[in-house]
């Protein structure tokens, strides 16, 4: 079997305060875009795998794709083995969760095919166990997120913009950031959700609500992305924001020309881009092959 696994971005990401389990409680908006890794199963006899064409990957229990098989071997029928291939197109401390996709697309993958027959909550809490951002690549659509990023609302975004992601050429520490990152002292009125729901379509509200608490401590020791973030805006993105704990930056355009040409722009300077068109909103998992065969 052979599914794509998506990216995603946070539409807004404020920071709320830590929490006495060392997490912090946030509020975002999860919302999946075009950039995807791509995994391979192939059932074998009882022993786990994993392949990548990433060299910096390490493909032992630290990965979160073996963790994820073996949470699902513990339920799985005596026997049970895959070898797992990974194609990497998500950059690596991005702040897109690629592996934190790829996690749950193992979860959901080997649950169809060794028939674990998990439920949704057996699923979900295998899922924040590999770590917070993975409940929400469980299921279609854009989320809501609070707590750790793991209370998750279904958000129908019918997203009308075209968004362009760039990824400068530096990897964030999501621990690192975390760690020296200023927390706000009030929360804002308006919640994230509800500025999706009420203003998607203005811009101009989008623009000053839509904030990344990350944003000045991550561009302070990372220059590269406050310079991406302004070339979005140089080139005509109505909204510019940093996603996740970084590298990553996003901008939402109206038009698909201007996305296009900046796009090309970043892909000359050898910054890794993608372009997802409005109204994305890809199936979950999306199953590209069903051979499981050697
Ligand atoms: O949950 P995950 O393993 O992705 O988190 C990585 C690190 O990021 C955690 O060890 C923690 O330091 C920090 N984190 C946090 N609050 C969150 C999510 C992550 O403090 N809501």
Not at 104 to 120: E, G, I, Y
Not at 178 to 183: G, P, S
């Amino acid at each position: 079997m052979t599914v794509r696994s998506y990216a995603k971005i946070n539409l807004g990401l404020r920071l709320l305060r830590k929490r006495p389990d060392g997490y912090h409680d946030l509020e975002t908006v999860f919302h999946r875009i075009e950039m995807h890794d791509e995994l391979s199963f192939r059932l074998t006899d009882g022993t786990v795998s994993l392949e990548t064409d990433r060299k910096d990957l390490p493909t032992d229990s630290s990965n979160l794709c073996i963790k994820a098989a073996e949470y699902m071997r513990s339920r799985a029928p005596a026997g049970s083995g895959v070898a797992m291939r990974l194609r990497k197109g998500i950059p690596i401390g991005a702040g897109l969760g690629g592996g934190s996709s790829d996690a749950a697309t193992v979860l959901l993958a080997l649950n169809d095919l060794w028939s674990v027959k998990a439920s949704a909550d057996q699923l979900k809490s295998d899922a924040l166990r590999l770590g917070s951002d993975v409940p929400f690549f469980l299921s279609e659509g854009s989320a809501a997120a609070t707590g750790r990023g793991d209370l998750l609302e279904v958000l129908p975004v019918e997203m009308p913009y075209w968004i362009v992601v760039a990824v400068p050429p530096v990897a964030v520490s999501t621990a690192w950031a975390y760690a020296n990152v200023r927390l706000r002292s009030v929360a804002p009125s308006v919640s994230l959700k509800e500025v999706m729901t009420r203003s998607l379509r203005d811009w101009k509200v989008l623009r000053s609500q839509l904030t990344n608490d990350f944003e000045s401590t991550v561009i302070a020791s990372h220059p590269a992305i406050g310079k991406a973030k302004q070339h979005l805006l140089d080139g005509g993105a109505l909204v510019a924001l940093m996603s996740g704990s970084g590298s990553a930056v996003f901008g939402l355009f109206a038009e698909e020309p201007a996305a296009l040409a900046v796009s090309a722009d970043f892909e000359t300077q050898g910054y890794v881009v993608s372009v997802t068109a409005p109204g994305f909103s890809p199936p979950v998992p999306h199953i590209l092959t069903t051979e499981t065969d050697p």
